[in-house]
Structure formats: structure tokens, C-alpha cells
């Protein structure tokens, strides 16, 4: 699936541009989940056999490092005679295919952005847990399904808009809060075009893979398809009629920002690299990739001002709120005929204490999935309050598509973007694929 060719260049970037943040073997104010006391040694004596977990994530780098840590202190110190068998495969989503298909899913596992999409059948509720009445709202939604199951523990949302460099906004004397469509946001980006005589550009594309231009385009649609009361998306997750002509016109929006320069001129083979090093050096506004690619960006300079900000619309979609993009970061389940889902639910419980959130959402630079619970997250803690009465929106491909649409529809936008393709063409091809894929489901 190429929104995974996606994340592996963010995260290759991230490991060459940042240090693996440290944490302590134990994360302080942690406290066991309960149960009968006594070591395991005591529990085996007394007849109580070890409950081994098998514990399916599908986190890399940075987050896998300090999982395996927090893992590993639960080992040690639980009194409930669990050990869980933590791993990471590279080939987590064709490995949760094969086992959906069998029905013999780990107890635990990462529900990857498919919590509710994928993998609601075979999910226990978590409904009545100890720190289900705490979860932000924002993530709520997406993670709970139409009859009111909660699917997963959501330790970190991916809750993103459009990030941009501060220093460049304001020299330009554009105000983030004026640019609620897409209107005056590219009134903004022709102000900026226009006043840096073209040594600025307004934003920047790291288009050399399509999977990144299919980002920008998937964001489009959330907010503005996704985020419109009147749009019907609703009728994709069941095969019913859909405006396809709406597809159509977010491709034509994103057309015409390339033909107005509005692009860097090189937006179809420059890297993400390129996107970090004109964003350091003040020529570019926007970019759009996600806040680890700026949190990367301030790791080679410090003294970089930059912030997020929703993603503007198109009213003429219906859409008339301004929005974040959101979806699952950092997100476990339970398998609901796993013989051992109170033991579960133990684990869960422990990774949804305050420390442990904390120091996987650092690891990921996104917020936590908890109201009660603020990451560290440095300059970007002002934004995340700014925004926080904002509308948040899940990604549209794994809110409303079948898995395995996200490759074309990348591949059809970038075609669009380099002229071989017409926004009508690109539609068609999208929603021919969205058609075989959603039969064969």
C-alpha cells in the first residue's frame, strides 16, 4: 500500500535528522494494574498459571523503542503473572489480513487508522474502561462505531493541519486566522508569490513519490467532502449513490494552485529533504506533510518559528467550517475471542497511564488521545490549544474507501498535477478502483 512508502520516508528522515528520545526504565508515577499480590514466582506456587499475551504493533523507530521499554517494565513489575510477548513485523498489514482471514488475531494489536474500517468485527468493547470517559472527543468519533463500541485505546491522535513558517507568515503580514477558504488562502499564497517576487514560494510539494501529492489531496477531501454536512460520504462505506463530481472538484482545486505557481517548480521531483531545507531557510510558507517533518526541520534549526493551522474550504461543497485532519497515531485493541481479554484489558490499562501516554506521544510528536493528558510537545502545545474548539475530520481514504484505494488515488493526482490526466479522468479511474475494491470486501 503506498501510503506505507509514505510513512517509511518520514520516518527514514526522522532517524537521520533526530535522536531517539531517552526515557527510564520505568516511567515514574506508574503503578501496578491490580490483581492478586505476589510476585509471579508466588502466583506460580500457588497454582496460578503465567498468561502469556501475544502483542501485534506495528510502530517503528522511535515509538517501537520506547513501547518495547514500557513493555518490558510491565514484564518486570506486574504481580498478575502476565507476561506480554511484544513484536513489530514488517509486513504487519498483510499479516492481520492472513489472520482476520483464519479468525486468530493477536490478543493485542495495533489497529493502524482501521480500528472501525477494518477491524470492528473482531474487536472487544472498551467501552466501560477506567479511562474510556477520558478520551478526547476528537478521537472518540473515529474510533467508535455506529452502534456505540469503543474499538481501541487511542494513546496518540494524529490531529494535523497546515504547517507553516512563522518568520515568513508574518513578514508577509498574513494572518493564519483570515484564512478560513480556500479563497483567501490562496489569495494569501498569491500575496506571497507576488510581494517575494517569486523567491518565496507559497507552498511546497515533495512530490517525488505520489504518495505525498496523494496526502495533500486526501486532506482536501477529508475537510471538505469528509468535514461537509450535505456531501453524502457517508454513502461510500455502504455502496450507495455518491456525487463523484465532488472528487472531481478537490482535484481541480489542487490544479489550479500548480498552474497559478503556487507550487514550487520542481513540486513533481523534489524530496522531502528539499521540503525540510526550504522551509529552514525561509522560501517556502506552507507545506502540508505532518508535524514530524517540521519537529525534523527544527532539530537542524533551533530557532525555527513555525505552527499549524486547519485546512481552509470549499463552500461550494457545502463545506463551512474550517478543519483538522485526525485519525489514529498510536491505537490498541483486543481481540474479542482472545481467551485472555481480562488480562487484556490489565495491559491496556497500563499503557493508558499518564507517563506511558507521554512518553509515546513525545516519541511521536502528536497530542495524546486523552482531555485529562498534555503531551510535551514544546511550541507545538500552543497550537494544539489554539485550535482545540476546531472541527476535526478522520482521513478520508480510511474514514470512506476500501483498503487499497489510497494507491490510485495518489497515482490518478499526481497524473493530474503533471497534465496526463484531467481531474474528470483522474475521478474515473479513482472511483473504477473504489468499485472493485469495495465488491471484493
Given at each position: 500500500?503506498?501510503?506505507?512508502?509514505?510513512?517509511?520516508?518520514?520516518?527514514?528522515?526522522?532517524?537521520?535528522?533526530?535522536?531517539?528520545?531517552?526515557?527510564?526504565?520505568?516511567?515514574?508515577?506508574?503503578?501496578?494494574?491490580?490483581?492478586?499480590?505476589?510476585?509471579?514466582?508466588?502466583?506460580?506456587?500457588?497454582?496460578?498459571?503465567?498468561?502469556?499475551?501475544?502483542?501485534?504493533?506495528?510502530?517503528?523507530?522511535?515509538?517501537?523503542?520506547?513501547?518495547?521499554?514500557?513493555?518490558?517494565?510491565?514484564?518486570?513489575?506486574?504481580?498478575?503473572?502476565?507476561?506480554?510477548?511484544?513484536?513489530?513485523?514488517?509486513?504487519?498489514?498483510?499479516?492481520?489480513?492472513?489472520?482476520?482471514?483464519?479468525?486468530?488475531?493477536?490478543?493485542?494489536?495495533?489497529?493502524?487508522?482501521?480500528?472501525?474500517?477494518?477491524?470492528?468485527?473482531?474487536?472487544?468493547?472498551?467501552?466501560?474502561?477506567?479511562?474510556?470517559?477520558?478520551?478526547?472527543?476528537?478521537i472518540e468519533s473515529?474510533?467508535?462505531?455506529?452502534?456505540?463500541?469503543?474499538?481501541?485505546?487511542?494513546?496518540?491522535?494524529?490531529?494535523?493541519?497546515?504547517?507553516?513558517?512563522?518568520?515568513?507568515?508574518?513578514?508577509?503580514?498574513?494572518?493564519?486566522?483570515?484564512?478560513?477558504t480556500m479563497e483567501?488562502?490562496?489569495?494569501?499564497?498569491?500575496?506571497?508569490?507576488?510581494?517575494?517576487?517569486?523567491?518565496?514560494?507559497?507552498?511546497?510539494?515533495?512530490?517525488?513519490?505520489?504518495?505525498?501529492?496523494?496526502?495533500?489531496?486526501?486532506?482536501?477531501?477529508?475537510?471538505?467532502?469528509?468535514?461537509?454536512?450535505?456531501?453524502?460520504?457517508?454513502?461510500?462505506?455502504?455502496?450507495?449513490?455518491?456525487?463523484?463530481?465532488?472528487?472531481?472538484?478537490?482535484?481541480?482545486?489542487?490544479?489550479?494552485?500548480?498552474?497559478?505557481?503556487?507550487?514550487?517548480?520542481?513540486?513533481?521531483?523534489?524530496?522531502?529533504?528539499?521540503?525540510?531545507?526550504?522551509?529552514?531557510?525561509?522560501?517556502?510558507?506552507?507545506?502540508?506533510?505532518?508535524?514530524?517533518?517540521?519537529?525534523?526541520?527544527?532539530?537542524?534549526?533551533?530557532?525555527?518559528?513555525?505552527?499549524?493551522?486547519?485546512?481552509?474550504?470549499?463552500?461550494?461543497?457545502?463545506?463551512?467550517?474550517?478543519?483538522?485532519?485526525?485519525?489514529?497515531?498510536?491505537?490498541?485493541?483486543?481481540?474479542?475471542?482472545?481467551?485472555?481479554?481480562?488480562?487484556?484489558?490489565?495491559?491496556?490499562?497500563?499503557?493508558?497511564?499518564?507517563?506511558?501516554?507521554?512518553?509515546?506521544?513525545?516519541?511521536?510528536?502528536?497530542?495524546?488521545?486523552?482531555?485529562?493528558?498534555?503531551?510535551?510537545?514544546?511550541?507545538?502545545?500552543?497550537?494544539?490549544?489554539?485550535?482545540?474548539?476546531?472541527?476535526?475530520?478522520?482521513?478520508?481514504?480510511?474514514?470512506?474507501?476500501?483498503?487499497?484505494?489510497?494507491?490510485?488515488?495518489?497515482?490518478?493526482?499526481?497524473?493530474?498535477?503533471?497534465?496526463?490526466?484531467?481531474?474528470?479522468?483522474?475521478?474515473?479511474?479513482?472511483?473504477?478502483?473504489?468499485?472493485r475494491l469495495f465488491?471484493?470486501?
Open positions: 500500500m503506498r501510503r506505507k512508502g509514505l510513512h517509511v520516508i518520514l520516518c527514514l528522515v526522522l532517524t537521520a535528522m533526530l535522536a531517539v528520545p531517552g526515557c527510564s526504565s520505568k516511567p515514574s508515577g506508574v503503578t501496578d494494574t491490580g490483581g492478586p499480590a505476589g510476585t509471579k514466582e508466588e502466583n506460580a506456587a500457588t497454582g496460578q498459571g503465567e498468561i502469556k499475551l501475544e502483542f501485534l504493533s506495528c510502530e517503528t523507530d522511535e515509538q517501537l523503542a520506547v513501547l518495547k521499554e514500557i513493555i518490558n517494565t510491565y514484564n518486570e513489575t506486574n504481580t498478575d503473572n502476565i507476561t506480554v510477548e511484544l513484536t513489530a513485523p514488517s509486513d504487519y498489514e498483510n499479516l492481520m489480513k492472513t489472520k482476520m482471514a483464519a479468525n486468530n488475531l493477536p490478543d493485542i494489536f495495533g489497529t493502524h487508522g482501521w480500528a472501525v474500517r477494518r477491524y470492528d468485527e473482531y474487536l472487544y468493547d472498551l467501552s466501560n474502561e477506567s479511562w474510556a470517559s477520558e478520551i478526547d472527543p476528537a473515529i474510533i467508535r462505531d455506529s452502534d456505540g463500541k469503543l474499538c481501541a485505546l487511542p494513546i496518540a491522535q494524529a490531529n494535523e493541519g497546515i504547517q507553516f513558517n512563522l518568520d515568513v507568515i508574518e513578514k508577509y503580514d498574513i494572518d493564519i486566522h483570515d484564512l478560513e483567501k488562502f490562496e489569495a494569501a499564497l498569491e500575496k506571497i508569490k507576488t510581494e517575494s517576487g517569486g523567491e518565496v514560494v507559497p507552498v511546497y510539494m515533495a512530490g517525488s513519490d505520489a504518495s505525498i501529492i496523494g496526502f495533500f489531496m486526501n486532506s482536501l477531501a477529508a475537510t471538505n467532502i469528509g468535514g461537509s454536512p450535505v456531501s453524502g460520504a457517508d454513502a461510500l462505506t455502504t455502496g450507495e449513490e455518491f456525487d463523484w463530481s465532488q472528487i472531481t472538484a478537490v482535484l481541480t482545486e489542487l490544479k489550479k494552485m500548480a498552474d497559478n505557481g503556487y507550487l514550487n517548480d520542481d513540486y513533481l521531483t523534489a524530496q522531502v529533504p528539499d521540503m525540510i531545507q526550504a522551509i529552514v531557510e525561509g522560501r517556502c510558507a506552507f507545506i502540508y506533510l505532518g508535524n514530524a517533518v517540521m519537529t525534523a526541520a527544527s532539530a537542524t534549526a533551533p530557532d525555527l518559528r513555525w505552527g499549524f493551522m486547519p485546512y481552509p474550504t470549499m463552500p461550494e461543497l457545502g463545506c463551512t467550517e474550517p478543519a483538522l485532519v485526525n485519525g489514529e497515531k498510536i491505537t490498541y485493541g483486543i481481540w474479542k475471542d482472545s481467551e485472555n481479554v481480562d488480562a487484556a484489558r490489565k495491559v491496556l490499562e497500563y499503557l493508558a497511564q499518564e507517563e506511558n501516554v507521554k512518553a509515546l506521544c513525545a516519541a511521536v510528536f502528536a497530542p495524546s488521545g486523552f482531555l485529562n493528558i498534555e503531551a510535551d510537545l514544546g511550541s507545538l502545545n500552543e497550537y494544539y490549544t489554539m485550535w482545540k474548539d476546531v472541527k476535526n475530520v478522520g482521513q478520508f481514504d480510511r474514514t470512506y474507501m476500501p483498503n487499497g484505494v489510497y494507491d490510485t488515488w495518489a497515482d490518478a493526482t499526481s497524473k493530474v498535477l503533471m497534465g496526463s490526466y484531467t481531474p474528470d479522468e483522474a475521478t474515473d479511474l479513482i472511483k473504477a478502483e473504489y468499485d465488491k471484493a470486501e
